[in-house]
Antibody, heavy 122, light 109 residues
Framework: MQLLESGGDLVQSGGSLRLSCAASGFTFSTYAMSWVRQAPGKELEWVSTFTGSGSRNTYYADSVKGRFTISRDNSKSTLYLQMNSLRAEDTATYYC???????????????WGQGALVTVSS | EIVLTQSPGTLSLSPGERATLSCRASQSVSSNSLAWYQQKPGQAPRLLIYGASSRATGFPDRFSGSGSGTDFTLTISRLEPEDFAVYYCQQYGSSIPLTFGGGTKVEIK
């Protein structure tokens, strides 16, 4: 299976950006998918999750709630992250990851993309 | 929110030595809902352990996870050159947010 992120860029503070994650090698629609980010030299931070298998529940970290929107297009096997009102502290590599449920919305990440770098200049 | 504290921050060891990494939770992690990831420089994290002790596909049995409640351990029985990396723990037993520890870097002594 493969996850391939795109859309990372340099953007000014207050600006917007949309990340995409193209999935292949598995039945995308049946899996929940997440975004996880990592600021330069820092630890991992869960950002958002979109459920799979027909349900359309979304979950967000408090740090991005109201600014970021996760979505998916199962016909294109693609996950998205729309990021608005970007701040310098949003600067990070954003990873797309498949999440396996322990119990919705909690789970572990069994496959990761290579990441997309988002840099927000102030 | 469950806070995970990993120790030590850096572990300097030689190939062939045993590595013991700790992950301590600020409150009990239900049902041993803890995962470990390995991350090498410039690469994405890779799932290593889930359910506190179940090894993911592709990792040899020199890697083992243990623990329960608030204290978890990742052990590498004999370090190989490819094992030098940063290791993160992650809990998924409580309500969101899903949280990660700060990481332990295993470096060559």
């Amino acid at each position: 299976m493969q996850l391939l992120e795109s859309g990372g860029d340099l953007v000014q503070s207050g600006g917007s950006l949309r990340l995409s994650c193209a999935a292949s090698g598995f039945t995308f629609s049946t899996y929940a998918m997440s975004w996880v980010r990592q600021a330069p030299g820092k630890e991992l931070e869960w950002v958002s999750t979109f459920t799979g298998s027909g349900s359309r529940n979304t979950y967000y970290a408090d740090s991005v709630k109201g600014r970021f929107t996760i979505s998916r297009d199962n016909s294109k096997s693609t996950l998205y992250l729309q990021m608005n009102s970007l701040r310098a502290e949003d600067t990070a590599t954003y990873y797309c990851a498949r999440i396996l449920w322990f119990k919705e919305p909690m789970g572990w990440f069994d496959s990761w993309g290579q990441g997309a770098l988002v840099t927000v200049s102030s | 929110e469950i806070v995970l504290t990993q120790s030590p921050g850096t572990l300097s060891l030689s190939p062939g030595e045993r590595a013991t990494l700790s992950c301590r939770a600020s409150q009990s992690v239900s049902s041993n809902s803890l995962a470990w990831y390995q991350q090498k420089p410039g690469q994405a994290p890779r799932l290593l352990i889930y359910g506190a002790s179940s090894r993911a596909t592709g990792f040899p049995d020199r890697f083992s996870g243990s623990g329960s409640g608030t204290d978890f351990t990742l052990t590498i029985s004999r370090l190989e050159p490819e094992d030098f990396a940063v290791y993160y723990c992650q809990q998924y037993g409580s309500s969101i947010p899903l949280t990660f520890g700060g990481g332990t870097k295993v470096e060559i002594k």
